[in-house]
């Protein structure tokens, strides 16, 4: 994805994570308290740790040996990659293919390894594991967004596409966003609460903003005063929201995330831009990826009972 089109985008970085959340209408649709939502998000991000630091201190030399093996592994396949970056974007991308079997676990990464003919040794070499695996998803899915959104430009500038209006073409784009994950869809859930988790939420939250300040800028949007951070967090919440009905919806070709979708997009036309919605929404869209931590084990344990 391109670089954030303002440097002002950190601002709204923070502003979506700080602040007390309040009741919104998204988190009502989503049937979400905060208060317990808050409590048990809090547990979920816990439990996962737990669950990650006991697999890493069950064999106290196990980290030792994965970074040596890595190191000779490296040695041994480097001359194949350009770079070790170009190593660990190949590897999490192999990995993918064994999502939907393994789930977002160190497992897929290791079997990611082996499909590139490496040893599983080399999955030390990512730090934050699971995390890294949904976050290099993630930009995956935001950088083909954004070639889409730049296509759709310059095949209007072309002549060979209508302009669409805005409300229309921010539907749009959140609902191509979305479609990305169907084929995840049944992990999901799991990818949310690694994203929610303390060492993975600042970049799950810039992904967020950078992904919704790319579909503002390919709608054209060229404002200057504060409703520029309205509009982005508006729709970041929206985003987050809808998110949170789609893992839940049954719906044919969930039909219900988009009618949902639909309404939300339909409320910004008519909204009034002011900074105070602006911090409103910001908190609302916090709330939202608190609410994600809610779900996600109820929703995890409907998975694994399907």
Not at 78 to 93: A, K, M, N, T, V
Not at 147 to 161: D, P, T
Not at 207 to 212: F, I, N, P, R, Y
Not at 248 to 269: A, I
Request: glycine letters at 6%; hydrophobic letters at 40%.
């Amino acid at each position: 994805m391109a670089l954030c089109r303002r440097p002002s985008l950190r601002l709204l970085c923070r502003l979506l994570a700080g602040g007390r959340p309040v009741p919104v209408q998204e988190a009502r649709h989503a049937g979400l308290s905060f208060h317990k939502e808050l409590h048990r998000g809090l547990r979920s991000s816990i439990y996962l740790r737990m669950v990650h630091e006991e697999h890493s201190h069950a064999d106290p030399g196990h980290q030792d040996s994965y970074s040596s093996s890595y190191s000779d592994q490296s040695a041994e396949k480097g001359e194949g990659f350009e770079s070790e970056d170009q190593l660990r974007q190949q590897l999490l991308s192999a990995a993918l293919k064994f999502v939907p079997k393994f789930g977002w676990t160190v497992e897929a990464i290791a079997e990611g390894a082996k499909a590139l003919d490496l040893s599983p040794a080399v999955t030390g070499m990512f730090s934050h594991g699971p995390g890294d695996l949904v976050l290099h998803f993630v930009t995956q899915c935001n950088n083909q967004l954004s070639q889409m959104l730049a296509e759709h430009r310059s095949l209007v500038e072309q002549g060979q596409e209508e302009v669409k209006k805005t409300e229309v073409f921010v539907r749009d784009a959140v609902e191509a966003r979305l479609r990305m994950i169907i084929p995840y869809i049944y992990n999901w859930p799991q990818a949310m609460s690694i994203l929610l988790m303390p060492e993975n939420v600042a970049d799950s939250l810039r992904s967020l903003t950078e992904m919704v300040d790319e579909i503002w800028y390919y709608a054209g949007d060229k404002s200057t005063d504060s409703s520029w951070y309205t509009k982005r967090a508006i729709v970041s919440g929206i985003y987050s929201t809808t998110e949170l009905v789609m893992v839940q919806d049954s719906s044919p070709d969930y039909e219900n995330t988009w009618t949902f979708l639909q309404h939300r997009v339909s409320d910004v036309v008519s909204m009034a831009h002011s900074a105070q919605q602006a911090q409103l929404t910001g908190k609302a869209v916090y709330q939202g990826l608190l609410g994600a931590a809610v779900t996600v084990k109820n929703l995890a344990g409907i998975s694994m009972n399907r």
